[in-house]
């Protein structure tokens, strides 16, 4: 084995997860914060008015940003679940529960603003569009996966009925990202592509790109946060463990 895959294995370890998760999330957390605040300043208070939908576009600086974490981070659920049902690690499981809630968030959050956009826009809060159909069942599959795992006792049981939820509800990932080219949809195409860059003017660009790096960095550090949590619960047995909360009870 090489020492660079060593050096991935070693933090397989919830041990050794938990330590670097420790020092990480700290500072993913400020960098979030001083993102978003940065982001917002330019897309609320710099950016132009559209001319089209004047002041009521300035949602996408949240809605747009938060749709795309709310894919990104199912898809990393479904990577870890992967990674748990082949190799059967510990990890594995406790990584998919700790981002499920702040995907269910961002859903949550991209809905929400959606029909904030939707109203001045479409004349209504909701309509049964492809996009915000397939939306809506990303987000009842958050939710499905959070409680299926919550009523499973068994920690392994529960992670591996979990998983192959993420597997399957992966599916609908690329439905929601291709659902306005294959259906005649209400919703708008990309207004940023990779292949033909981007229609916005770059200080709406660059507001939308700050506030997607803030919602990158914030999905981590909660994920970080939360699992370090969920290992002290799952590894409560264990001897490092207990040295552990020895330790803080002595430092307070």
């Not at 690329?174 to 990309?190: C, E, K, M």
């Not at 507001?207 to 970080?224: E, G, H, N, P, Q």
């Amino acid at each position: 084995m090489t020492s660079h895959s060593k050096f991935w294995f070693r933090f397989a370890s919830p041990q050794a997860f938990y330590a670097l998760a420790g020092r990480l999330w700290p500072g993913l957390a400020v960098v979030a914060t001083l993102l978003g605040l940065w982001g917002l300043w330019l897309g609320l208070f710099v950016a132009p008015t559209d001319f089209q939908q004047g002041q009521a576009y300035r949602i996408i600086f949240v809605h747009v940003p938060a749709s795309w974490m709310s894919m990104v981070i199912y898809m990393a659920m479904a990577f870890w679940a992967l990674l748990g049902l082949t190799f059967n690690t510990r990890l594995s499981g406790m990584m998919t529960q700790a981002l499920a809630p702040t995907g269910a968030l961002f859903a949550f959050l991209s809905l929400w603003t959606g029909a904030l956009w939707g109203k001045p826009m479409w004349g209504a809060w909701w309509v049964w569009d492809a996009r915000l159909t397939s939306e809506l069942i990303l987000f009842f599959l958050y939710l499905g996966f959070i409680g299926l795992t919550a009523a499973i006792d068994d920690p392994r049981r529960s992670d591996k009925a979990g998983g192959l939820l993420a597997l399957v509800g992966a599916i609908n990932v690329p439905i929601i990202y291709f659902s306005v080219r294959w259906w005649n949809t209400l919703h708008q195409g990309a207004s940023v592509s990779m292949t033909q860059g981007s229609s916005m003017a770059q200080t709406m660009l660059t507001a939308m790109l700050l506030m997607a790096l803030s919602f990158w960095f914030y999905a981590i550090a909660v994920a970080l946060y939360r699992v370090r949590t969920l290992i002290l619960v799952r590894e409560r047995n264990t001897h490092w463990v207990g040295e552990l909360l020895k330790t803080e009870e002595l430092c307070k």
